[in-house]
C-alpha cells in the first residue's frame, strides 16, 4: 500500500510522545504550553481552559477548542500557529526529515527546463509524478472547508483499504498495481456526497498569462451511481451553485496540463476514465516511464465541457498542435461531429489537423482496453496511422 510523505510524518511524529506528536509539536509551536484533556488554548487568550487534546474512539489523537469550535488532528494543530494548511503540511514533512527543507520538485523546475535537462514531468491534476517519482502531496488550493475536508478524507478511506482498490481496479480492467499507485498519489478519492461514497476527480482552471500558464484547483466531479431504471452514471461538481452557493465550470480533465501552451498532440477522451486508460495502455504513465514531452491527453466531462475547455484554454492555445479524438460511440460522442459550429470543427480551426478514432464495437477506449488489452505496439501504430506517432521514454 502506497504511503505518503504527509502520512510518513505523521507516523513519525506519533512515535515522539505518549500523545500522538502533540507534545512535541505544542513545544515547538508555542513555547511552555503543554497539551492536556482540558487545558488552555495555546494560540489565543483563554481564561476559561476550553481547549482539549484527547484520544477518540479510532485511537487518532485530535484537538478541540470549544471556545471557537476548531477541531482537527495535527495538521490542524500545526495551523493554529497561523499557517495554511499547504505550509502546516509541509512545515510537518520538513521537520520529519521526510523532505528536505526548502526542496520543491527540483526535478520539474524552471531552472531544469530552461537548461533543456532530461527531467519528469509533474502531472498536473495532482501535482504528482507517476513516471517512477512521487512529489509532495499537494494542498488543494481553491477548495476550502467541507469540499476539502470531504476530498482528503475520501482519498485516505481509499488508500485505507486493498479491497476498495482491487474494486477500482475490476471496475475499470487496470491492473491492480495501476490503481494502487493512482490513489497513493491523491489522483482518484471517494468523499461522501449525500451521505453516499463517490469516486472523484480533481477540477482545475488554467489561469495566467500567456507563457506562463498555472492551474487552480476548484472543487472535484463526483460519480454518482445510477438511480433505478438509470443506465448511465450521473456526475456532480463538488461546489455547486445548487448546494452550496458556489459553482464549479465543467472544466476537462487534463494530463501533462504543464505543456499544454507548447503541445504537439491533444488527445481528448469522453471523460476522465478514458484519459486515464489511454495514458496508460500507451505506456505514457507507469511505473519507470517518462510523460513524452509535447502531449496532453484531455478528457471532457459531459456535453458542456468541450464549450468550456475551449473558453478557458482559448489565450493558452498552443500554435502548432495536432489533435486526436476518441469521442464515445454514443449521443454524446456523436454531438462532437454534428452541426457547422460542432467541437471536432472548432478544433479543427485551431489545430494543424484533427483525426478521430472509435474502438467498434466497444463504446469506449476504457471498455477496448478492458476487452481487448491492446500492447504499446498496437496504440502507437494507432498514433502513427494519423501521423501522429510519439516517442514513449523507459526510464533506465
Same mark, same amino acid.
Given at each position: ?129 507517476? !513516471? #517512477?517519482?512521487?512529489? =509532495?502531496?499537494?494542498? /488543494? $488550493?481553491? @477548495? +476550502? *472547508?467541507?469540499?476539502? %475536508? ?105 494530463? !501533462? #496540463?504543464?505543456?499544454? =501552451?507548447?503541445?504537439? /498532440? $491533444?488527445? @481528448? +477522451? *469522453?471523460?476522465?476514465? %478514458? ?122
Amino acid at each position: 500500500m502506497s504511503v505518503t510523505p504527509l502520512q510518513k510524518a505523521l507516523a513519525w511524529f506519533g512515535e515522539r510522545d505518549e500523545m500522538g506528536g502533540f507534545l512535541t509539536v505544542g513545544k515547538e509551536l508555542f513555547a511552555g504550553w503543554e497539551p492536556k484533556r482540558c487545558c488552555r488554548a495555546p494560540h489565543r487568550e483563554d481564561r476559561e481552559a476550553s481547549f482539549s487534546v484527547y484520544r477518540n474512539e479510532r485511537e487518532e489523537w485530535r484537538f478541540k477548542d470549544f471556545g471557537t469550535d476548531e477541531q482537527g488532528g495535527l495538521v490542524g494543530f500545526v495551523m493554529l500557529a497561523g499557517m495554511e494548511e499547504k505550509q502546516a503540511s509541509r512545515w510537518l514533512m520538513e521537520k520529519a526529515g521526510v523532505i528536505v527543507r526548502g526542496s520543491a520538485r527540483a526535478f520539474a523546475s524552471n531552472g531544469a527546463r530552461n537548461r533543456g535537462e532530461r527531467k519528469m514531468v509533474v502531472w498536473e491534476p495532482h501535482g504528482i509524478c507517476l !513516471g #517512477g517519482l512521487a512529489a =509532495e502531496p499537494e494542498t /488543494l $488550493l481553491g @477548495i +476550502t *472547508g467541507e469540499a476539502l %475536508d470531504e476530498w482528503i478524507e475520501g482519498n485516505h478511506f481509499l488508500a485505507a483499504s486493498r479491497d476498495r482498490i482491487d474494486a477500482l481496479a475490476r471496475f475499470r480492467g487496470w491492473p491492480v498495481e495501476w490503481a494502487e499507485r493512482l490513489v497513493g498519489n491523491h489522483a482518484i478519492s471517494m468523499p461522501h456526497y449525500h451521505g453516499k461514497r463517490t469516486v472523484a476527480f480533481l477540477v482545475e482552471a488554467p489561469e495566467g498569462e500567456r507563457g506562463s500558464m498555472t492551474a487552480r484547483k476548484l472543487g472535484y466531479h463526483c460519480r454518482l451511481k445510477p438511480r433505478r431504471g438509470q443506465v448511465k452514471a450521473g456526475w456532480r461538481f463538488v461546489p455547486n451553485a445548487t448546494e452550496h452557493g458556489q459553482s464549479t465550470p465543467a472544466l476537462p480533465y487534463v494530463i !501533462g #496540463g504543464s505543456q499544454f =501552451e507548447s503541445a504537439k /498532440l $491533444l488527445v @481528448i +477522451t *469522453g471523460g476522465q476514465w %478514458d484519459a486515464l486508460t489511454f495514458a496508460f495502455a500507451a505506456g505514457w504513465l507507469g511505473k519507470g516511464r517518462h510523460w513524452p514531452a509535447g502531449v496532453c491527453v484531455i478528457g471532457i466531462r459531459g456535453d458542456a465541457s468541450s464549450n468550456v475547455f475551449l473558453r478557458y484554454n482559448a489565450r493558452f492555445w498552443p500554435p502548432a498542435a495536432n489533435c486526436l479524438i476518441l469521442p464515445d460511440l454514443d449521443l454524446s460522442g456523436m454531438k462532437w461531429f454534428l452541426g457547422p459550429n460542432s467541437f471536432s470543427k472548432r478544433l479543427s480551426a485551431r489545430c494543424l489537423q484533427v483525426a478521430a478514432e472509435t474502438f467498434s464495437p466497444h463504446k469506449d477506449i476504457n471498455d477496448y482496453y478492458r476487452a481487448v488489452r491492446p500492447t504499446l505496439e498496437q496504440i502507437a501504430e494507432m498514433l502513427a496511422s494519423h501521423g501522429m506517432a510519439v516517442e514513449t521514454e523507459v526510464a533506465i
